[in-house]
């Protein structure tokens, strides 16, 4: 008896010395002793206690392990959040850049730790905002970029050497990046010195969001570049942020969620490997973005499990050796599609309980929802209230205090074996297809989808499941409430300043630098270089990508 | 039994540049199950593009879905299209994220009936078969 529960005991000083000694030397957990409420002593990892048989100290070992080692079901960082809270980083973004400048200083302001940039429709699709596609959207769903000049806008007064940004955008992905390190080199930082994400995750773009351009195989070869070009010049980047969010908001189960994203997460590496890259040159870098949803349990499970079947995947599949190329390192936002219209005060309550399943499945950063997103873009007031809701998790509730505190319990154990087996399915299924392309272009993973939608919105009508306010605890109307309005006017002067920036830029230099983006599409040089001079020149979003739009075409979608 | 008289064609429509259609998609599906004929144009169609497919069909209703916050153009725009191509008589309604300050502006430019987030399929169902059955044509 003594024996068995010695290997454990042994494994685990093991893991103090190799693991938590050398991170703490580099930095020190935010406190020394941490402690309940009531004065209580909590440690940093709770195992199982007493008689553990050698056969099931093995099994703990290889299926939920020590926190930063493989398989990393109980998380990617040794002391997870003792050492570091998640980076709170709120999506915001709306109107012109200078308004979404000001919203940005707010937010920072308020202690948020990261800037998530939201742009308009026609900035993730590549129109400019005096195209006729254009009309109605121009700065609506988030800030309107066309040239560089309004990037420059954008961040004006805040250092790119010291602010992280994740960008939200696909399909123009390599516009906007290379945007943002033109505005960077203007500010005297080296590409070298920047830190952030970049969605740059086009397949579910297919599969979910609708966001697409081209079609998927040279919107691929996109993404490559910019694989490439990052890890040359960018090299604390993260590159990609493979999505399950959006997945999930147009109906997938949490088991689908996690399969579809890992089946795109092969995808893409697969495409990388290809273009001559080497899996732990650039894995390190890839990041995932997952949605939280109200079944505490369930969803923390499916953190758990994400991290779990990713680093077999990683391992196994791939063959990768380091072991930051193992880890899967997400960001999480609450459910958009649980929000509701109805007693909007509620989803206060909705956000904090998906907060807390992030947390408790170890996020590394979160967005979290503001309370009137059912019926317009937030107000700073609701948004203050969703990053207040993020710090009383983080400094009130005591969950950050351990790691994985729900590990060992039988049923978030078992829900985290039944959603890993869920996805796994899920990713052989579309293996059989031939991977996610073919899948995405025979409609398969749009159709699986669907049907979860469908028996989602059934079981509600049904009364099945109930959802407060909705269909049951119905009150009559809701008194109004104070909405964000986007003034009309953003659009006319977004229009004038992109006449203006085409007026007083060198439009020699632009025709060359789009003459060449052209005809790098054409051939199989690497296209960021190209689209970077482009934008240094000024040349808009638009400019950009109806020349590639020449070259590559359009994607069309796909009925069943 | 009396025969079966076929339910009205309806278009369902996603203007704009927003590609949120899990409502869109969901309404079509309760429509059919309801026992109309419905066509789903898919996303990021212009108001041309689903006035054009409308007259086509020769549908007794549109539904547009959109969530960008783009609906006070593009409804307007549909609407002021089905009245040159000599289809003013198509019913419109609408669902997505619309801020209730919109509605009496939308009811005011034709638009029959706004649908947002939290309503019930069989209020959407109960709501189009009365719209519908007023219009219907001697």
Redesign the interface.
């Known amino acids: 008896m003594a024996e068995s529960s010695d290997a454990l005991r042994a494994a685990q000083e093991k893991w103090e010395r190799e693991q938590v000694a050398p991170g703490l030397e580099k930095s020190p957990e935010l406190r020394e002793r941490f402690e309940t409420a009531s004065g209580r002593t909590v440690d940093r990892l709770y195992l199982p206690e007493g008689d553990v048989g050698d056969a099931a100290a093995r099994a703990y070992q290889e299926k939920i392990g020590f926190p930063g080692q493989y398989p990393f079901t109980r998380g990617v960082q040794p002391t997870m959040h003792r050492g570091r809270l998640w980076t709170m980083r709120q999506y915001a973004g709306f109107a012109s850049a200078e308004e979404s400048n000001r919203r940005y200083k707010f937010l920072l302001g308020q202690g948020t730790t990261g800037l998530s940039v939201a742009f308009d429709l026609p900035t993730q699709i590549g129109y400019d905002s005096d195209d006729p596609m254009a009309a109605g959207e121009v700065g609506k769903v988030g800030v309107a970029i066309d040239t560089l000049a309004d990037m420059e806008a954008l961040f004006e007064g805040i250092p790119l050497d010291k602010v992280s940004v994740s960008m939200t955008i696909n399909a123009t992905a390599a516009v906007l990046l290379a945007m943002h390190i033109a505005v960077a080199e203007k500010q005297g930082v080296a590409p070298a010195k920047l830190e952030g994400t970049i969605q740059n995750d086009i397949l579910k773009e297919y599969i979910a969001r609708g966001t697409y351009i081209f079609p998927p195989r040279p919107s691929l070869r996109l993404v490559s570049d910019l694989f490439a070009h990052c890890t040359a010049h960018v090299p604390n980047w993260n590159m990609i942020s493979i999505s399950g969010y959006h997945i999930r908001e147009a109906g997938a189960s949490a088991g689908q969620e996690i399969g579809v994203t890992l089946a795109d997460a092969i995808c893409y590496i697969e495409t990388a490997l290809a273009a001559g890259l080497k899996v732990d040159d650039f894995a390190p870098r890839l990041a995932f973005f997952f949605a939280a949803h109200s079944d505490l349990f369930e969803e923390a499970a499916k953190f758990r499990a994400a991290r779990r079947l990713y680093a077999r995947i990683m391992r196994e599949r791939f063959k990768a050796k380091n072991p930051r190329s193992w880890m899967l390192r997400f960001h999480t936002q609450t459910g958009g599609v649980t929000l509701t219209a109805q007693q909007p005060d509620n989803n206060v309550v909705r956000v904090a309980i998906q907060a807390l399943a992030a947390v408790l499945g170890g996020t590394q950063s979160l967005h979290t929802n503001s309370k009137d997103e059912a019926l317009a873009l937030p107000t700073e007031e609701a948004v203050r209230v969703a990053l207040r809701t993020q710090q009383v998790i983080a400094h009130e509730s005591g969950v950050a205090n351990t790691v994985d505190p729900l590990a060992g319990s039988y049923y978030v154990e078992k829900l985290t074996d039944e959603l890993e087996a869920e996805a796994e399915a899920c990713i052989k299924a579309i293996d059989a297809l031939g991977g996610v392309v073919p899948a995405i272009e025979r409609g398969h993973i749009q159709r699986e989808i669907e049907a979860s939608a469908y028996r989602f919105g059934q079981s509600i009508e049904r009364g099945e499941r109930v959802i407060v306010g909705v269909n049951k605890f119905q009150e009559g109307q809701d008194p109004p409430m104070e909405l964000l309005r986007i003034d009309e006017g953003v659009a006319a002067r977004q229009v004038e300043r992109l006449r203006h920036v085409r007026a007083t830029r060198d439009n020699a230099r632009v025709k060359n630098a789009l003459e060449a983006v052209a005809r790098g599409a054409k051939g199989s040089e690497n296209l960021m270089p190209l689209i970077l001079e482009a934008v240094r020149a000024y040349a808009s979003v638009g400019e950009i990508c109806n020349t590639l739009r020449g070259v590559f075409g359009e994607h069309q979608e796909s009925f069943s | 039994m009396p025969a079966r008289v076929p339910k009205p064609r309806i278009l369902i429509g996603k203007p ?7 409502g869109a ?2 309404v079509a ?2 429509l059919r199950d309801a026992g109309y004929e419905v066509v ?1 144009t ?3 169609r ?1 108001p041309e593009q689903i006035v054009d497919a409308a007259v086509q069909e020769d549908v007794a209703a549109i539904g547009l879905s959109l969530l ?7 409804f307007k ?1 549909i609407i002021d299209l089905l009245k040159e191509r000599g289809a003013g008589d198509v019913l419109v309604f609408g669902g997505g ?5 919109d509605l009496p502006g939308l009811e005011k430019l034709g638009v029959a009936a706004v649908f ?3 309503t ?3 209020t959407i169902i109960e709501t189009i078969d009365r719209l519908l059955a007023g219009r219907a044509k001697p």
């Open positions: 704009g540049l927003d590609g949120h259609d899990r998609k969901y599906h309760v789903y898919g996303i990021r212009s960008s916050g783009a609906h006070n153009v593009l725009r994220t619309i801020p209730p300050d947002t987030p939290g019930s399929a069989k």
